[in-house]
């Protein structure tokens, strides 16, 4: 399994690199310290909270929102796009963790592609039958480049105060004992 799981991160990253250069998005990263720590699989912690960007995503319903909206809980927000090979590795595991914790109330969780039209993505959840993600959009990328993102699937966890304090970068196994750790931690600490 680890085969099949380095080669679906492989090209995971190599999809979206292609993927986003063929839709001419620029990576404009502020943070040169950041230019490259993004691109590699794992858990990575802030050094100290750190105040998201100021970018709008889009809701299903086009009305637009920011990082900053969801305090109040912790969260996880998760950048996908549904041809990514990783983010369709890691997408059965991801929703069955979103039906078992969302319904909770305990903490946000958003899911925001970053390619494909709304009605793409609206079309794959409901093929996948993942009723518990919603297809929010980042138009153009542009909160995933500002975050310094380069790879999808990635995950960035804000405490409650809807401050940056980690980002895991890759496929997760959202089932496992980490990952439940993870969430049930963000829910009775409201962060990390």
């Not at 925001?112 to 039958?129: F, I, N, P, W």
Request: overall charge neutral.
């Amino acid at each position: 399994m680890p085969g099949l799981f380095q080669r679906a991160l492989r090209a995971c990253v190599l999809g979206l690199m292609m993927a986003v250069t063929g839709t001419s998005v620029a990576f404009a990263c502020a943070n040169p310290m950041r230019s490259d720590i993004f691109i590699y699989p794992g858990f990575k912690a802030f050094p100290a909270p750190e105040t998201p960007p100021d970018i709008a995503w889009e809701r299903p319903d086009g009305s637009k929102a920011r990082l900053s909206d969801l305090a109040g809980k912790a969260s996880l927000v998760t950048f996908w796009f549904p041809r990514c090979p990783g983010c369709q590795y890691e997408g059965p595991s991801l929703n069955a963790m979103l039906d078992r914790y969302k319904p909770q109330g305990g903490m946000n969780f958003l899911a925001v592609s970053v390619q494909g039209e709304r009605e793409e993505v609206v079309r794959y959840l409901a093929q996948k039958g993942y009723g518990s993600m919603d297809a929010n959009t980042d138009p153009g990328a542009t909160l995933f480049s500002e975050l310094c993102f380069r790879a999808t699937p990635v995950h960035l966890v804000l405490n409650a105060d809807a401050q940056m304090v980690a980002v895991l970068v890759g496929p997760q196994e959202w089932e496992g004992p980490k990952a439940t750790n993870l969430i049930e931690t963000l829910i009775a600490k409201g962060g990390i």
